[in-house]
């Protein structure tokens, strides 16, 4: 499949079936990863892949501080709230998801429920979290995130599905007692993977793409 049929076919996926990924594939897919550029090929990233009873009993311990009413600490700033044309996209792609599963505008409960569920990894066999040093900031963030586009893809070529998930760097303390992370270290984000359940609602949510005349300027 070429890399624009891939771009084309993908989604975020937050149903999986309750099969584990082979660890030999799983070596494949991030030695492969490790071929993502970086700024002054620095590579940043401190990759944390969590599978098994490791994964099990991390999601009980971030679905425990959540609904505590803990507020999010995250590492890095995720204080920014979008506005105009950005915040509606962001309420385009929240009414997606939530139209594919039949929860209301006026379903808070519903739309509560819908959300805790990144802090369980939509029940994925695996959950990638994307470190680095809390002191490269906006630089390895930049990195970070073509590192794991890049992962993305190449899973995608491997036959399996992710939902990146930004969720998952806002209650870091859980993590790093789970995985044993030094104090320097800063959990950017996270993305659920394995293999899609394609017969489940919520996976047939989609999503538009802005036409290039409002998104790309060409000066010649």
Request: aromatic share 10%; charged share 20%; proline share 5%.
């Amino acid at each position: 499949m070429s890399l624009t049929a891939m771009l084309e076919k993908r989604y975020s996926v937050r149903a999986y079936l309750n099969t584990p990924v082979e660890q030999n594939l799983l070596d494949t897919i991030f030695k492969q990863t490790q071929s993502a550029p970086s700024n002054c090929n620095v590579q940043p990233w401190q990759t944390c892949v969590v599978s098994g009873e490791t994964k099990n009993l991390l999601k009980a311990d971030l679905l425990k501080t959540v609904m505590s009413g803990t507020p999010p600490n995250p590492d890095f700033n995720w204080l920014p709230k979008y506005e105009g044309i950005h915040r509606d996209r962001q309420f385009g792609s929240a009414n997606a998801l939530y139209s594919s599963i039949g929860v209301t505008r006026e379903d808070k409960k519903g739309r509560q429920l819908a959300m805790i569920r990144n802090w369980s990894f939509f029940d994925a066999p695996h959950v990638v979290f994307f470190t680095m040093d809390k002191y490269l900031d906006i630089m390895g963030a930049v990195d970070l995130g073509i590192y794991a586009q890049t992962l993305s893809l190449i899973m995608s070529e491997h036959g399996l599905s992710n939902c990146m998930q930004g969720a998952l760097g806002q209650f870091p303390d859980p993590v790093k007692k789970a995985l044993n992370l030094p104090e320097e270290r800063g959990i950017l984000f996270g993305m659920s993977f394995g293999y899609a359940d394609d017969s489940a609602p919520v996976n047939k949510t989609r999503t538009d793409r802005e036409d290039i005349t409002n998104a790309v300027s060409f000066f010649k």
